[in-house]
């Protein structure tokens, strides 16, 4: 079986396409630095005339305003007018009120992220555990399902397996499992990677793959570009506890960004789109190629599936790319109040 590598995902609008719809259609009331901006290209910015009120209130009504002219013009090009759209129904669900920021510090979703996470889902879709030769079982019992913890011993067998039977699919995918663990990803998110690549390249040899080898390899792609994501936000930080991280040059950073966006491709022609397993995934390549509004969307649409804080960090990060001042400040205020150590993250996250 052959997947076919789709090409990078890259918006269709150029800066110049922006600069010029920027002049005729919004009509100068947004900043062309904004517009043009490569972590958030289509943002509005924050109009500058307010009255005397509810600012935050105001601000909203007059920027959901603003975004009914452009999107009212048949001419506009698809793309932008679903990143359009996807900020104005934010925009149009956000509640300025600041007792919201309660509910949120609660663990509890506001009614907008209620409205967006109680929209129809598919079914889930569970990682196959996949034993084809009947050596693997024992040994994944012992590593994750046994009554003790495993043993020295336990991975030695697992490793004396490979040695016998290096293309035994079962065991390539147990030993992923094994090595993709957070406790792992520091020091060997690049054997994660590796170890994913010889899964997928197994999976592909076979000649009418069921669907049950379908979603194994939609989730090793998952777990490849998890590993990779990992590795760049760590080379984006200082004295970074990811191993290799700081040493990564641009052309390594801008390979790893491209793989980990074309998995959505992949996993999506392997398993169909929107299946809520791989959203961290689709928000990575969203925000990669400048649709922060729809990222947003999609964030909200899987709140209850993450951690709250996780929420609440890829929520302000993505208000402060779109330069939602009001919304931003509010969602920074819920998480002022969690204590540092209990902060998280989404596991795949796109860093700018």
């Known amino acids: 079986m052959t997947i076919r590598r789709p090409p990078t995902l890259r918006p269709e609008l150029t800066p110049a396409m922006l600069r010029r719809f920027s002049l005729s259609v919004l009509g100068l009331l947004v900043p062309l630095s904004v517009l043009s901006s490569p972590a958030s290209p289509i943002a509005l910015a924050q109009l500058q005339t307010l009255s005397r009120g509810n600012v935050d209130a105001q601000w909203r009504d007059a920027q959901v305003k603003e975004f009914d002219r452009p999107l009212a013009d048949n001419q506009l090009p698809k793309e932008l007018k679903q990143e359009l759209q996807a900020q104005r129904d934010w925009l149009v669900k956000w509640n300025p009120k600041t007792n919201e920021t309660a509910s949120e510090t609660n663990n509890q979703p506001n009614s907008q992220a209620k409205n967006l996470a109680d929209a129809k889902t598919l079914p889930p879709l569970k990682e196959p555990p996949l034993d084809p030769s009947g050596l693997a079982g024992k040994l994944r019992v012992a590593l994750f399902h046994g009554k003790t913890p495993p043993t020295l ?151 209850d599936s993450i951690d709250q804080s996780a929420y609440l960090t890829e929520k302000l990060s993505l208000l402060e790319a779109l330069k939602w001042q009001a919304p931003a400040k509010q969602v920074s205020t819920a998480l002022a109040a969690i204590p540092t150590e209990q902060l998280r993250a989404l596991e795949i996250q796109y860093v700018p």
């Open 153 to 303: 011993k336990d991975t030695s067998a697992l490793q004396s397996a490979l040695s016998e039977h290096s293309g035994d699919v079962g065991l390539r995918q147990l030993q992923l499992h094994w090595i993709d663990q957070m406790r792992y990803r520091n020091d060997y998110w690049k054997e994660i990677s590796d170890a994913s690549g010889r899964v997928i390249s197994l999976l592909e040899k076979q000649k009418k793959p069921t669907d049950e080898m379908k979603a194994a390899m939609a989730f090793a792609h998952y777990r490849k570009a998890r590993a990779l994501a990992h590795a760049l936000r760590g080379a984006k930080l200082p004295d970074s506890p990811v191993a290799g991280a700081a040493k990564l040059s641009d052309e390594e950073i801008q390979g790893y960004r491209d793989t980990v966006s074309e998995s959505l491709a992949i996993v999506e022609q392997l398993v169909g789109p929107d299946h809520a397993e791989f959203f961290q995934l689709k928000i990575f390549t969203l925000r990669r190629d400048g649709w922060s509004g729809q990222a947003l969307e999609l964030l909200e649409r899987n709140v």
